[in-house]
């Protein structure tokens, strides 16, 4: 096993490791171990080449030191790529090979599952390193978590909108109804909101059609569909130069990750009377989910600690009103504000 150090500006370790004999070509990014050590999963994927992959692992890290600091847990933000096809390249001595370069940074990083990568891979990987989460008869399914974290968060956005965050009548559109938007769908029902979904998967969408009395339109006519929430659940960049002018809805609050193309978009939404509640704020309930593993998993903890979202949006949204900024502007002011006090509140955190 070859390991390189890979000197990154505003990253505390990047490392890269090669190991011929078992295909093994990763990349583990520390963005930030400022409140704790870092945590995010393992990304498999057939990156054109090395660069790609780099600058996918850093992009993604630092991505979770921003989520978990405003989840307020005591975890940092790292995350790994494997760089390969996982249909030819995975195999059981690659993954155990992969631990021990995990193991190598005695407990910095803490990987999980992620994009490639399965439970089953977790409990290989578990083989030669302690350094993983996500494994059998550990925290489970993450995607019931994030959608309830996120139906929180849409709740809070309405109640900041309309003064009242009954969802009774409110027409929600989905972007996306796979594990997340499924299971979002079937919370906003239960209150009584009016879904329109879209998805490129036609069995997906007859289960909301027919469980959730949800009206189906195409993954053109989503974006502009009349409705009181967008709530993006499938893909990133879907707020872009081109998406933003089909709007028509007063809020934008889903699960999916880099929602916004550019912070621009963010702006742009503000002017425009649009109310956007930070992506990694609201689709933080999978992450709580899986970093309680590190303390002993416990359901009841990890649904106490989602329903803080609400919380923290509130606090973002006070802030962004007070400085005249944009809700993403305030959000990464948020985390700036607690990464540089360190603070650590009593239940809150891990
Ligand atoms: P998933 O793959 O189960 O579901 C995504 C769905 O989006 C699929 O059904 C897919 O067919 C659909 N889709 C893809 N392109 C589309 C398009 N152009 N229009 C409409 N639908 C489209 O993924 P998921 O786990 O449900 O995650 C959804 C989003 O939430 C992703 O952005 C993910 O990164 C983010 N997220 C998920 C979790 C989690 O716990 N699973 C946590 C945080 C963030």
């Not at 990750?257 to 999978?286: Q, R």
Request: net charge negative; charged share 20%; with cysteine.
């Amino acid at each position: 096993m070859n390991i390189k150090i890979l000197d990154h500006k505003d990253f505390e370790h990047v490392l890269s490791c090669s190991d011929p004999e078992t295909g093994l070509e990763a990349i583990i990014a520390i963005h930030d171990t400022t409140l704790g050590p870092s945590l995010g999963g393992t990304r498999m994927w057939q990156y054109p080449n090395k660069e790609a992959a780099l600058k996918d692992v850093l992009r993604l890290a630092r991505g979770m030191t921003f989520k978990a600091a405003a989840a307020g847990l005591n975890v940092g933000g790292g995350k790994a790529v494997i760089i390969g096809d996982t249909k030819k390249d995975k195999s059981e001595q690659m993954l155990r090979m992969y631990g021990k370069f995990i193991d190598t940074l005695e407990g910095q990083y803490i990987t999980a599952e992620d994009v490639g990568t399965t439970q089953n891979d977790m409990d290989v990987i578990r083989k030669t390193t302690e350094y993983v989460v996500g494994i059998s008869g550990g925290s489970g399914d993450p995607s019931p978590f994030t959608a309830y974290g996120t139906y929180l968060g849409i709740k809070t956005a309405v109640k900041e909108v309309y003064g009242t965050d009954e969802l009774s009548g409110k027409t929600i559109a989905v972007q996306g109804v796979g594990s997340v938007g499924y299971q979002l769908c079937k919370l906003l029902y239960q209150e009584g909101a009016q879904l329109v979904v879209s998805d490129l998967d036609n069995t997906k969408i007859s289960k909301v059609k027919s469980e959730f009395e949800a009206q189906v339109v195409t993954t053109k006519e989503i974006l502009e569909v009349e409705c009181d929430v967008f709530a993006p659940c499938a893909l990133g960049a879907v707020i872009n130069d081109i998406t933003i002018n089909q709007l028509h809805c007063k809020i934008v609050a889903g699960s999916a990750n880099n929602v916004l193309a550019e912070d621009k978009h963010g702006t742009i939404l503000n002017e425009l009377g649009i109310l956007y509640i930070p992506d990694y704020v609201i689709n933080a309930g999978g992450l709580i989910n899986v970093a309680d593993e590190l303390t002993g998993y416990n359901e009841f903890s990890v649904m106490q600690r989602i329903r803080n979202i609400p919380l923290t949006i509130k606090k973002i949204l006070a802030l962004a009103k007070a400085q005249h900024i944009s809700t993403n502007a305030a959000a990464d002011q948020f985390v700036q504000d607690r990464l540089s006090s360190k603070s650590v509140k009593g239940g809150e955190a891990l």
